[in-house]
Every structure is written in structure tokens, then in C-alpha cells.
């Protein structure tokens, strides 16, 4: 079993050149969650989650995978 979601923060967040403390400010959070959460040790709370979702103009399923779905071929 794993504890916190995979998930296409890091890579998102290379397109476009953040570093993580980057996105930290965007973001209102430290740049110690934003690697916990691309290192997949924490999950973000469901308001930091939308944030990040309106952030990348994506869906919350589209950077996060809590593993029920397995349409991985988009």
C-alpha cells in the first residue's frame, strides 16, 4: 500500500522552469511541502489541490493518481 498519491508535480513544474521554491510562493506553501508532495510523502489538503489544479489549468485527476483509475494511456 502506498501512503500519498503518485502524481505529475515535478514534471509539471519543469515545463515550466519552477523550482519547487518557486512554486512554493505561487502557491502560499513552503518549498519543503511542495517536495513532500512531488516526493509523493505527503498528499495536498483538497483547497491546495484546486490550487494547484487552477495553477496548471488541469483537472485534480490529470496531476494526481490515487491508483483506482488505470486509464494511463492518455
Known amino acids: 500500500m ?5 502524481n505529475k508535480l515535478k514534471v509539471l513544474r519543469a ?3 519552477w ?3 518557486e512554486l512554493a510562493d505561487r502557491l502560499d ?3 519543503q511541502a511542495v517536495n ?3 516526493t509523493g510523502k505527503y498528499d495536498p489538503s483538497l483547497p491546495l489541490a ?3 489544479a487552477r495553477l496548471f489549468e488541469m483537472k485534480i485527476e490529470e496531476i494526481f493518481d ?3 483509475g ?3 494511456g492518455k
Open 36 to 38: 513532500a508532495i512531488e
Open 15 to 17: 515545463m515550466r522552469n
Open 50 to 52: 484546486f490550487k494547484l
Open 2 to 6: 502506498t501512503d500519498a498519491m503518485n
Open 19 to 21: 523550482s519547487q521554491a
Open 29 to 31: 506553501v513552503s518549498r
Open 66 to 68: 490515487d491508483g483506482e
Open 70 to 72: 488505470h486509464d494511463h
